[in-house]
């Protein structure tokens, strides 16, 4: 069984920073590759950033630059760096494990977590 749980969200002013934590346990080897979706209300579920056990990254257009992913295998521990946030960047974000191909599609992770809320205001 596998379980992801993330924290680190909260409300913070636009231009502000916040860093998501995800833990992952359980089956290892459901870490070949991790990744951030987000999802606002009304709105479908987008990929953010995604990152493989290689090490290589995939993000966003809309966060490119402003945003950074990271992990710790050793800690099976996934982060997400949001810096200059806006309020558009408002949304549920998600961790998730296990792609069957690399992707910042949903439907290519197969594990996900429950959630942590960012609120940006402006």
């Known amino acids: 069984q596998v379980q992801l749980v993330e924290s680190g969200g909260r409300s913070v002013q636009a231009g502000g920073s916040l860093r998501l934590s995800c833990v992952i346990s359980?089956?290892?080897?459901?870490?070949?590759?991790v990744g951030w979706f987000r999802q606002a209300p009304g709105k479908e579920r987008e990929g953010v950033a995604a990152i493989n056990f290689a090490g290589s990254t995939s993000y966003a257009d809309s966060v490119k630059g402003r945003f950074t992913i990271s992990r710790d295998n050793a800690k099976n521990s996934l982060y997400l760096q949001m810096n200059s946030l806006k309020p558009e960047d408002t949304a549920m974000y998600y961790c998730a494990a296990y792609c069957v191909y690399f992707s910042l599609q949903s439907s290519a992770f197969r594990y996900w977590g429950q959630g942590t809320q960012v609120t940006v205001s402006s």
């Open positions: 359980g089956n290892t080897a459901s870490s070949n590759c």
